[in-house]
């Protein structure tokens, strides 16, 4: 497996300044829509029963990081290190806007859902860059030691500045219409919904298209692709199982573990890709050979909604007394 790997990541997979400049474009849009439905009332619920909320924003910002950061180095003899840092750093992103709809058919906690989704993402422009830079550090320091990588510096500067400016903004303009333009909001919000998903499969679409194209060897790259597809089911699967059972161990009611366990499982992968394609963030000069990293942020995006309709099915089956 990590021979094919390392196919995926001698591809050098990054955008052009009209390319780059579509891409923010999509982003902002996707979370002004997240944005719309951000209510001043969501906080305030938070803080009357802040207990479920509080052990979802742990998982999320802690326990998920530091569970893959572990399993990044249970997997290392058959990883690569882009791989890796890729993984952390799907990890590192806030939750993602489809989740709230998944833990609806899921018969979870709506409303807690909405609520994470939410903090996290009005928080993502701190919180990303953080975590990343913290867990990334840490792996490098690792792999290095190992042999495994080059001496990288993670850019937590950087990234800080950019997030705050293709997240802050949009983030920012879609509470002020919430707060002040509802009615325009409400018609807004389901539309923005759809239309992103849209827009962040094409987008995901044209990166594979991408690495397809780059090799002339194409069933080299299909394997490799195959292989990232393995590592991204074991990780997802860990994300999953880390808000099912952390919410099980800490006694949460059984629709708050189904949302907390959907929330946990379902990243914005759209903004690790929007990261790794800035040059800004990850000059092209040091992350060179970045395909790895590209792969498994973006099959990530396809594979979290199918895994999150599967487990959302499972707890359908299940009744259980509110």
Partial sequence: MKEQLQNLDALNINLGAGEMFIVNIILAFVMFGVALGIKPQTFKDVFRNPKSVILGISLQWVALPAVTFLVAILLNPVITPMVAIGML?????????????????SKGNVELSVSMTAISTAFAPIITPFNFWFWGTLYCRYASVH?????????????LEQILLILGIPIVLGLLCSRYLPN?????????SVLSILLFIGMVAVSL?????????RWTVYAGILCALVVVIIHNASALGTGFYGATLMKAPKADRRSLTIEVG???SGLGLALLFNPAIFPVDVWQNNGGMVIITALWGIWHIISGLTV???FRRVPYKA
Avoid: H, R, W, Y
């Fill in 266 to 268: 379902i990243q914005n």
């Fill in 184 to 192: 325009l909001s409400n018609k807004l919000k389901k539309p923005a």
């Fill in 89 to 105: 750093l799907v990890a590192s992103c806030p939750g993602g806007n489809i989740s709230n709809f998944i833990s609806s058919l």
């Fill in 209 to 217: 298209t991408q690495v397809l194209t780059a090799l002339e060897q």
């Fill in 147 to 159: 042999n495994d990588i080059p001496t990288l510096s993670i850019p937590f500067g950087d990234m």
């Fill in 312 to 314: 959302a099915t499972l």
